[in-house]
């Protein structure tokens, strides 16, 4: 199946830092997605990309989604507490059918943010 | 709010027994998800329906089924649980079958004892 790699596995910043996260794929997506994750909460899309090269915000992130199209990456810039949280890449692969067209997800990038 | 919305919240249950979880996706959405993720797991997707038919499935087990009703409302049902089965189960939903931009509900979180 395919399989997403989501780096890093947890990163600790200060208040005020700029964040970088990325996932990469084997295989050509053609829709990338980030999450993020509260305790006790579902995942909730930050932002979507579709096209490659694309480069979309929102707020204070700001995401892209790569030339080769097998990878994205996310920044957080100006990190802040409420931030603190496990951020998720999902794409969706460019094959034809079936579960393997199903969104992926990484494994997740668990942000946490020191005052 | 997503708009999606899972029952119960939390559920607690014997090893051997059955429990279903309900899902109402967000109101005209007709493509719903199921996943799974466990402690130390990220998001593993078990099935999809799109109007009410099965569209694909993942890696769901022979004990564990879906489905989804004439209202959209979806069930995923868990037989003979083993204590394993413990985690975090998502339900999403997106307008369209593809998948893309789904949108999560709270979850169930179901303890096996």
């Known amino acids: 199946g395919q399989q997403l790699n989501q780096s890093p596995q947890s990163m600790f910043i200060q208040e005020g830092e700029d964040v970088s996260m990325n996932c990469t794929s084997s295989?050509?997506?053609?829709?990338w997605l980030w999450y993020k994750q509260e305790p006790g909460e579902g995942p909730v899309l930050l932002i979507a990309?579709?096209?490659?090269?694309e480069l979309t915000s929102n707020g204070r992130l700001t995401a892209q989604f790569g030339i080769t199209r097998k990878d994205s990456f996310l920044n957080i810039s100006a990190s802040i507490p409420s931030d603190v949280g496990i951020y998720f890449c999902?794409?969706?692969?460019?094959?034809?059918?079936?579960?393997?067209?199903?969104?992926?997800f990484g494994s997740g990038t668990q942000l946490t943010v020191l005052p | 709010d997503s708009g999606v919305t899972q029952t119960p919240k939390h559920l607690i249950t014997a090893t051997g027994q059955r429990v279903t979880l309900r899902c109402s996706p967000r109101?005209?959405?007709?493509?719903v998800y199921w996943y799974q993720q466990s402690l130390d797991q990220g998001l593993q997707f078990l099935i999809h329906?799109?109007?009410?038919?099965?569209?694909a499935k993942g890696n769901i087990l022979e004990r564990f089924s879906a489905q989804q009703f004439p209202d959209l409302h979806s069930e995923l049902n868990l037989s003979s649980l083993e204590l394993g089965d413990s985690a975090l189960y998502f339900c999403?939903?997106?307008?369209?079958?593809?998948?893309?931009?789904?949108?999560f509900g709270q979850g169930t979180r179901l303890t096996v004892v």
């Open positions: 999902a794409g969706q692969p460019l094959i034809s059918s079936g579960s393997a067209r199903q969104l992926t």
């Open positions: 109101s005209g959405d007709l493509s």
């Open positions: 999403a939903s997106s307008v369209v079958v593809t998948g893309s931009e789904a949108f």
């Open positions: 329906y799109y109007n009410g038919e099965e569209r």
């Open positions: 990309l579709y096209k490659a090269g």
């Open positions: 295989s050509i997506f053609n829709t």
